[in-house]
């Protein structure tokens, strides 16, 4: 059994910079792949960004050279530093983690984006 724990959402002006962590439970981490999604009023669920096991990245073409993703996995955790924040960022975000018998998803964390 995996669990995640996101931290770090809140309220931010637009331009303004939030980092997100997500801390794992489980002795598998440092295997799998992670990532991040999102999820706004009224629409549907949306990848943000993943990192293989290996540290390979990948972005939603809406968020490419403004966020940046990252996994330390001597701490089971991994990080969202976001940048340069729009309004259209607001969301729920959400981690997540692919293994071998599962995929598993934190709670949630609202990021609010004012403008």
Do not use: H
Not at 38 to 64: C, F, W
Not at 82 to 111: H, R
């Amino acid at each position: 059994q995996v669990q995640l724990v996101e931290s770090g959402g809140g309220l931010v002006q637009v331009g303004g910079s939030l980092r997100l962590s997500c801390a794992a439970s489980g002795r598998t981490f440092s295997i799998n792949a992670i990532g991040w999604y999102r999820q706004a009023p009224g629409k549907q669920r949306e990848l943000v960004a993943t990192i293989s096991s290996g540290g390979n990245t990948n972005y939603a073409d809406s968020v490419k050279d403004r966020f940046t993703i990252s996994r330390d996995n001597a701490r089971n955790t991994m990080y969202l530093q976001m940048n340069s924040l729009k309004p259209e960022d607001t969301a729920v975000y959400y981690c997540n983690q692919k293994t071998t018998i599962g995929t598993y998803w934190g709670q949630g964390i609202q990021v609010t984006v004012s403008s």
